[in-house]
């Protein structure tokens, strides 16, 4: 029901910038948060933006604010996140999730109904 189909995800050279996609299929965006999240290796998964079903409100975390921005497009049923500035600590498998009451504290999330296939960023330095 939904795929973050491996768009945008490959290797990158440190400040680099890679833009990465998150298409809905079966269902809108309209009534959903959309949340980006990433697991680096042997780590935990984090989650790092969000966009409000509304468009309005984001968030990020603090690993990676000022660097990420995510938007949408509701014409094209699709969320990005533009990674710009890319650091080696940033290489991990990026996932987006959706939820009618999903939402991320300090790389904590809760309220994931939808995931999308990850899609694996590496950044060398």
């Known amino acids: 029901l939904m795929c973050s189909c491996g768009v945008g995800g490959g290797l990158v050279q440190a400040g680099g910038s890679l833009r990465l996609s998150c298409a809905a299929f079966?269902?809108?965006?309209?009534?959903?948060?959309v949340g980006w999240f990433r697991q680096a290796h042997g780590k935990e998964r984090e989650g790092i933006s969000l966009?409000?079903?509304?468009?309005?409100?984001?968030y990020y975390s603090d690993s990676v604010k000022g660097r990420f921005a995510i938007s949408s497009d509701d014409a094209k049923n699709t969320v990005y996140l533009q990674m710009n500035s890319l650091k080696p600590e940033d290489t991990a498998v990026y996932y987006c999730?959706?939820?009618?009451?999903?939402?991320?504290?300090?790389?904590?999330?809760?309220?994931?109904?939808?995931w999308g296939k990850g899609t694996l960023v590496t950044v060398s330095s």
């Open positions: 079966g269902f809108t965006f309209d009534d959903y948060n």
């Open positions: 999730a959706a939820g009618r009451r999903l939402w991320i504290v300090a790389g904590v999330a809760d309220g994931m109904e939808y």
């Open positions: 966009i409000t079903s509304s468009g309005h409100g984001t």
